[in-house]
Structure formats: C-alpha cells, structure tokens
C-alpha cells in the first residue's frame, strides 16, 4: 500500500508535466479516480442542470460508487502513464 501511494502522489506531479492537454473525456476520468481514491463515494447533491461542468465531474465521479481506494489509485497511476505516453 505505501508504496501505491507513493506512485499516486508521483502521479499527481506526472500528469501537471504534460505537455499536452489531454481530451475532456479523460480529464474527466483522472478527476473521478482521483475523488474516488481520496474521497470515496460521491456525496452531497448533484449539480444543477445549468452547471454542465459540475454535473459531469459529478456523473464521472458518481460512476465509479463502490470502487476501494486502492483500486482508483492504481487506476489513476496507470492512466496518467497511458497519458504521458502520448501527451508527453
């Protein structure tokens, strides 16, 4: 476990070194791996249908409900390596 949690954190400097941005769609994915491994479970009310940004973080987030802290994070660790593979 520490050492998937010293690749997570890696994972969080990796992905600000990109030098690309990658699409929305998998930003969106980072972000709810990254709730999910922090966070847990969504909480709180879902965003209004005027707030486009906030409800996709929120369905995104919402998605992956159930999924343990290790498994996001190692989850997270392998998307950033996908990413910096092609936007590095």
Do not use: C
Request: hydrophobic share 40%; glycine share 6%.
């Amino acid at each position: 476990m520490a050492e998937l949690k010293e690749n997570f954190e890696q994972a969080q400097l990796d992905v600000k070194k990109l030098t690309k941005r990658p699409s929305n769609e998998e930003l969106l994915a980072l972000y709810s791996l990254y709730k999910q491994a922090t966070d847990g479970d969504v909480h709180g009310k879902r965003p209004g249908m005027f707030d486009f940004k906030g409800a996709a973080k929120y369905e995104a987030w919402e998605g992956l409900k159930g999924m343990d802290a290790e498994t996001a994070m190692q989850q997270y660790v392998d998307k950033v390596a996908d990413l910096a593979a092609t936007y590095a």
